[in-house]
Structure formats: C-alpha cells, structure tokens
C-alpha cells in the first residue's frame, strides 16, 4: 500500500506557483473573497485561503458583509469586483443566508473571473472540455493527485460514489474526457444504485465521496485498486478531547491493505483543494494577458 | 421484444404541442433557423423542421445566408435575433463552414432562446438539473421514449456507449439525475474502454451512441435488456438501388430477440430530435411569460 500524501502534493504545487508567480515582473494574480457573516468555518476556510495566496505571493482582497446583506445588494458588490480588471479571481465563500439563492449569486461573477467554477456557464465548459474551463477545485484536486502519482488511467475502470454537483458529477466527467489523466471508463453510483458492491469491486479507481462515514468497507475493494477518499465526517469519539474526530467515507484502516495507492482523510484531498484554487486564480490572471 | 417506435411516439408528443400551441391565444410560439450555404442535408432538416413547427402550429422563421458569411456577420445576426422580442427560439443548422467557429457561434445564442441546447451556459445547466434548462434534442428524445414507454430507470444499471458532447455525455448525465427518468446507475464507456462487453452484458438499459456499424451484438446484451440505438451509419447495400442502407450501432435482427424493449433504426430515436426541438421552443416562450 502507498500513501497518497495530499499534503505533500500541496506542498509541492504551492512551491511550482509561487515560482510562476514571482516570474511575473509587472503585475500580480489577485483573487477577490468574498465573505457573508461570520460562519466559524467560512471564517476558517477563507484565512487558509488568504494564507496560500499571500505565501505564493499573489495579492488577495477580502470583503466581508453582515449576514443581513440583501441579494441585489451582493450582487451589485459582485458587479463592482467584475469590473474591476485589478481582480482576476472571485470567490463568494458558501453557504450563504438562506434569503440569497446561491445559484443567482454564483452565476453573476464572470465566467471568467469564476476560480470556484460553480457558474452554469464555466460548468458547461468543463462538461464541453474547453480550455479556458475552471475546473472545480476538488474534482481537480483529485485528478492532480492521481497525475501526479503517475496513476494511468486510460482504459481503467473508474466507480465514483456520489453524484453531487460540486465533487461526484465533474469528478466522473473529468475521467471520462479526452486527456490525460482521462480516457477512463467511468461508472457513476449513488444513494438509489442498487449492488453498489458489485461496482465497486471492478473499480481500477475507486472515488468515495457518498458522505457516510467508512462506508468503503475492504469486502468492496478490489485487490490493488487506488482508492480516493472524499468524505470528511464527524463520528462520535470519547477518546477525544472534542468527543469526535474526522473518518473519510472510506473505512482507511481495513481498506489500506487492499490498495495500491490510498488517500487518508485528513491530509488527502482536503489540502489539494486550496492549491488547485490558487493554480485557477493564477490561470484567471494569465487569460486576461492573452 | 417490444419495439419502441419512435415515429410513433414523435406523432404522439407533436399531437401534445399542437393542442397546447392552439390554447395559446394571443401569441404563437416562434422558432428561428439560421442555415449556412447549401449543404443537402441541411436543407432537408431545415425544411423538416420547418414543417413540424407549421404542423404544430409555431411560427417557424428562416435566414440562409451564402459559405461566404463571415463569423462577425453571422454574429451579428444571432444578435439581432437575440434582441427580437417575437422569436423565442433560435437554431443555428450545424455544419457551419470551415472558416467559422461552431462554439462561438452556439454560445452567442442567448440561453433563454438556445433550443438546440448547444451553449456552454445551457449545457452547464443540465448538468445543474435547472429547470430552465433546453435539454439537447436527441437526449431528450432518448429520454423521453424511455419515460413514455414507462420504462423503469431508479436504481437500474444504464450502460452508455459513446462520449460525445451531443449524445453520450448529456445523455448519461440525464439518467443520473435526481429525476425520473433518471436515478440510474451509469456506466460511460467508449473507444478506449476496455473489456466493454463485461460493462454491456451488466446494462438494463444500453444506449449505443459510438457510431460504429452493428458494434452491438447479441452476445454483449443481457437477457431481457433495453436497447436504445442512436447510430446512424451507411453501410454498402448492393441490393439497393442506392447502393448503401442505413444501420444502427446494434445489429438490430440478432439482437432484438434477447431485448426486452428495442429501438429500431431508422425510426427510432431519431424522429424524437425533431419533436424534442419543438418541445423546448414551447418552453422557451412559456420562459418569456413568467
């Protein structure tokens, strides 16, 4: 069994950034978040966000609105950073109240400034295979990791578990393109498949990302497979000071011995999804020079 | 084996979109072609376009403009169909010459008015599962026979052969949708699959979307399966006065004995695109009213 190590990974994809950047004499990626009230974990995420920016050396800017902002008003406030051509990356941090529709607030940043990927239209280019795509950063997480790891995939048989819109759904799609890592043929389960088992042991690339805590037990793993751990769950743990900790959807322990290749969880794809960020925001900038 | 007969059910479906199309009173749904040059085949779609929308009772407009059109004229004509309130619908007849960009012309079709479904925006939408989604025309008419032949989909294995942006991949995605038809167990596999019988023989529902001549055989189906053949292909016939005859991707005579429900070639998926298309310029202009 080989560890993939998505901390490493990172590690190594912030150092190739931070080359790319400094590289650039006259300007510098900026990406633009944007935060609505004070969500402990949107507070969380978006401060290791503007870590990583700072420390590629990229500029990054934040606002931060009261939760009482209205819709129209938050979409003028996206308007204002679209147009505004020192902003090259803009991420609205989810979720959101729940009197703003995120597909609205989402679907108003420029595909072209949309590092998230989450609007209808740089969604479709990502279905479609089209260069200037952003890729969704933990479908592209996991694909760089299995790039880097130097995993083939033409040919094999991927199984994704789960067909939510932001990780199951691209994550298979991506296998399924025409390039590498890709070419693979790709089998999508979910909550109403029936046999998942059956699927899951012909999987060369087994993708859990179902969100339920070690539902990947070693009796649905083929001998040698790569196994890529999506989930973070809570489990009860009172061994624990916090009375929890973190499990994957993947049961690590009884599964890693089956596997060739397996992520944990955490130090898996968690890490690859900030650095894919900063490579979308990095590509943003590069656009706007062609 | 039960035959699923396309014509048949496109007759059903273009009855529907008449009798809703004459309880609208005051208004009439409005579809626009735009063809380019004076390929034959073009032509004959164009005109049978034209003649279901007259049928249905749509007002169908047409543009041809000479191969000499330059992209920024033809641009400029979509836009000012983009601004013409009274057409609701808008299709750019595919191939456009060389000289052209396909993708810049498809995406510069307002989505509310992208009946062919062709935009990046659109195509991002279905994968969202958005109701103001245009399904593109032949996915939806697999569906649609699917759903209307009552052909159970939940927790069933939909084996997909093909990846192409117009069918296999829309096609795929839309039984893997929280929708019924839908909530499907999908397998896309393609030119660089391997072991693709192993996948066939598996599929309750095998859609064959590859393009290659009777690729289907009886010995790749399971007993009792559903076959849906989207090939069209020219295979040399000398016994015809042509020369040539037309063939799906299932050897329609071996294997429609092991088939539960079959659809035949022609008459089968491909009278529904027509249908279909009709279908989402009614839905276009009922967006135009809420």
């Known amino acids: ?119 209808s239209t740089n969604v479709g280019k990502v279905f479609q295979e089209l260069d200037d795509a952003f890729v969704p950063c933990t479908p592209a997480g996991i694909l760089e990791l299995i790039k880097r790891t130097e995993i083939e995939t033409t040919g094999k048989h991927v199984v994704v578990l789960g067909r939510s819109l932001i990780v199951g759904k691209p994550t298979g799609i991506l296998f399924l393109a025409k390039d590498i890592p890709g070419n693979a043929t790709v089998t999508f389960c979910h909550s109403q498949s029936s046999k998942v088992s059956e699927h899951t042991l012909k999987a060369d690339i087994l993708i859990a990302a179902i969100g339920k805590p070690l539902f990947v037990q070693p009796e649905m793993v083929k001998e040698g497979a790569t196994v890529i751990d999506v989930g973070i769950n809570r489990i009860p743990d009172l061994s624990k000071k916090s009375h929890f900790r973190l499990v994957g959807d993947v049961d690590f322990d009884s599964v890693a011995p089956k596997a060739s290749f397996i992520t944990p969880v955490p130090g898996g794809v968690g890490p690859m999804t900030v650095a894919m960020l900063m490579a979308n925001t990095l590509k943003a900038f590069l656009l706007t020079l062609e």
């Open 1 to 119: 069994m080989n560890l993939i190590d998505g901390n490493e990974v990172a590690k190594v994809i912030v150092a190739e950034l931070t080359e790319k950047v400094s590289a650039l004499h006259n300007s510098k990626p900026c990406v633009n978040f944007v935060r609505v009230g004070d969500d402990p974990a949107s507070i969380s995420y978006v401060r290791k966000k503007e870590k990583t920016a700072r420390e590629i050396g990229m500029e990054s800017r934040l606002q931060v609105y009261p939760e009482s902002i209205t819709q129209s008003e938050l979409l003028q406030k996206i308007d204002l950073l679209n147009s505004d051509s020192e902003v090259h990356g803009v991420l609205i941090q989810a979720p959101l109240p729940d009197h703003i529709d995120e597909r609205i607030i989402f679907n108003r940043v420029l595909p072209r400034k949309d590092v998230d990927g989450f609007s």
